[in-house]
């Protein structure tokens, strides 16, 4: 019902910078809380940035002063600004937003897209 779209990942060398992009379409009414996640290879899923409907942020210390969430609640579109990025950036990046899918619905589901690979290597 509702589809998150991923764009921008690829391969960088360390230093460089990506922008990933992530839209949601379908059966939304509002949406809280959008966010990007990733995993590295042997490792857990870990939060990387987090943002609320009024444009609050969170971060990882790991990605903090490199890293800039934002996003479009016209376009219902979260965007990752990454910088400075490290060979241990490497991971697959997923997004994702938590959506009230009516006005009527009392609960939010969360959903996730089905990630983008982000390469930092030389």
């Known amino acids: 019902q509702v589809q998150l779209v991923e764009s921008g990942g690829g391969l960088v060398q360390p230093g460089g910078s990506l922008r990933l992009s992530c839209v949601a379409s379908g059966r939304i009414f509002s949406i809280d809380v959008m966010g990007w996640y990733r995993q590295a290879p042997g490792k857990q899923r870990e939060l990387v940035a987090t943002i609320t409907s009024g444009h609050s942020t969170n971060y990882a210390d790991s990605v903090k002063g490199r890293f800039t969430i934002s996003r479009d609640n016209a376009k219902n579109t979260v965007y990752l600004q990454m910088n400075s990025l490290k060979p241990e950036d490497t991971a697959v990046y997923y997004c994702?937003?938590?959506?009230?899918?009516?006005?009527?619905?009392?609960?939010?589901?969360?959903?996730w897209g089905q990630g983008t690979q982000v390469t930092v290597s030389s």
């Open positions: 994702n937003a938590d959506v009230q899918p009516t006005e009527m619905s009392t609960t939010r589901y969360r959903y």
